[in-house]
């Protein structure tokens, strides 16, 4: 089984449709449970991946150049 590249924008977007679903008052329970435990993972991996940005832009803004951290990497 090939692992899917995390994408940001595209875990966002999943993010506001579980938010959507989660308010729909007919969603059943188990699915509810389902999709909150989904979104949960996804906000980590956002979480992780701004993190990862944040590291990069401070070394940008320090260095002028991000080769010094990605060599680390």
């Known amino acids: ?5 995390f994408n ?3 875990s966002i977007t999943r ?3 579980i938010v959507k679903l989660l308010e729909d008052s007919k969603t059943p329970l188990d ?3 389902k999709l909150f435990e989904e979104g949960i993972s996804l906000v980590r991996k956002c979480e992780l991946k701004l993190k990862d940005v944040e590291q990069k832009a401070t070394k940008i803004l320090e260095n002028g150049s991000i080769s010094d951290f990605e060599a680390k990497e």
Request: hydrophobic share 30%; aromatic share 8%; net charge negative.
């Open 8 to 10: 940001f924008e595209n």
């Open 15 to 17: 993010l506001d449709e």
């Open 1 to 5: 089984m090939e692992k899917k590249e």
């Open 31 to 33: 699915e509810s449970l």
